[in-house]
């Protein structure tokens, strides 16, 4: 992969290399660690900043055969993970995690090789010895990006106290928070809403015991996230919903599950409709925008989400080119909101 790798015409090659690779970058949804950013973190190996968190890779290596100790588990060292990984790799061919896999030593590390089991630890001690360098530090890599911006991904009870120290240090690069709301219309499990639920008034100040107070708690979360300089939100749902519902239906429905009932897949699909709207409305009276994740099936995996609960992170395998949006939702979903707010 040279320099003109995706540009595969003498137009693209002129645009990129003459203006795009110029900009700076402002990301408007990323899933960057604010407290790494806060502190300036300095990653331990290649297999920390690559392997940690990334769902992806460890989907791959499963599929590859490889065991699950060497994805998320703790009795096995950074190496052994990192080879697993390189084992993986090759099979990878003609895949995004391939390019990206490359394209990341280049850019990164200046490593041109290939790799494979053969060049895995040669390319891990590289990149190890380079990690223990200033400028390899979280906030040296997103100069070494030209990063101008990033939004992360903050659930409406996050702090953003890393968000606001990160400000205050003086660093010269923007990193804002983005209002990622799902577990607020995560009805299925009643115990976990019931949880997040109780979690949001904590955080908030605001009692709830009802539909309304829980909207009242979102909104004032909403208030302090704009206040830190939110201007987005981040939606990743299955499809759009856009039931027809009462509001009488959607207080009782918020009683029954968060009394503890499961609801049926009818009332379900109301609430998260209604949540829809909800957000909707907010993020209209701040002008923000809003991003949508959908199509994406989540906790499909059973073992998978144990192991999520154990180790503490997103572990799940996960489908993206399922069932989108039913004909005609979307529109109905804003015309709603559109109907709600007026023509103002």
């Known amino acids: 992969m040279d320099e003109n790798f995706l540009l595969q015409t003498e137009t693209a090659q002129k645009l990129y290399h003459e203006h795009a690779a110029k900009m ?5 949804h990323c899933h960057l660690i604010p ?15 690559w392997l940690g968190g990334d769902h992806y890779k460890w989907r791959a290596m499963r599929t590859n055969g490889v065991d699950e100790r060497f994805c998320t588990g703790k009795d096995t060292t950074d190496w052994e993970k990192f080879e697993k990984w390189a084992e993986t790799v090759p099979y990878t061919f003609r895949n995004p995690l391939y390019h990206w896999t490359h394209l ?4 990164a590390f200046g490593i041109d090789k290939i790799l494979n089991p053969k060049t ?23 100069r070494r990006y030209h990063v101008e911006t990033v939004c992360t991904t903050d659930d409406p009870i996050d702090s953003l106290e890393y968000h606001i120290k990160t400000r205050e240090s003086g660093f ?14 995560a009805v299925e499990v009643p115990g976990d809403f019931r949880a997040y639920v109780e979690k949001l008034a904590e955080v908030s100040g605001v009692t709830i015991s009802t539909f309304d107070d829980m909207i009242a708690a979102l909104r004032k979360r909403h208030d302090f996230f704009a206040a830190q300089g939110c201007k987005l939100s981040d939606h990743g749902i299955e499809e759009f919903y856009a039931e027809d519902y009462t509001d009488a239906e959607i207080k009782a429905i918020f009683n029954k599950v ?14 998260k409709s209604a949540m829809l709207v909800a957000f909707g409305e907010m993020d209209w009276e ?16 059973s073992k998978m989400r144990s192991e999520e609960r154990r180790v ?33």
């Open 24 to 28: 700076p970058i402002i990301d408007y």
């Open 35 to 49: 407290q790494m950013v806060a502190d300036d973190y300095q990653f331990k190996s290649l297999t920390e900043i």
């Open 104 to 107: 990341e030593l280049k850019t």
């Open 120 to 142: 895995a630890r040669e390319i891990y001690d590289e990149c190890n010895e380079k990690l223990k360098q200033p400028e390899y530090s979280a906030r040296g890599m997103m």
């Open 172 to 185: 010269e690069i923007k990193m804002l928070p983005t209002w990622r709301p799902d577990k607020a219309m």
């Open 258 to 271: 968060y009394g503890g009932t499961a609801l049926t897949k009818e009332e379900i699909l109301k609430f």
């Open 286 to 301: 701040k002008g923000w925008t809003q991003q949508f994740h959908y199509g994406a099936i989540r906790n499909n995996n």
């Open 312 to 344: 503490g992170k997103e572990c799940r395998s996960q489908q993206q080119d399922v069932q989108t949006a039913r004909p005609g939702h979307w529109f109905r979903l804003y015309r709603r909101v559109y109907n709600r707010q007026g023509d103002g």
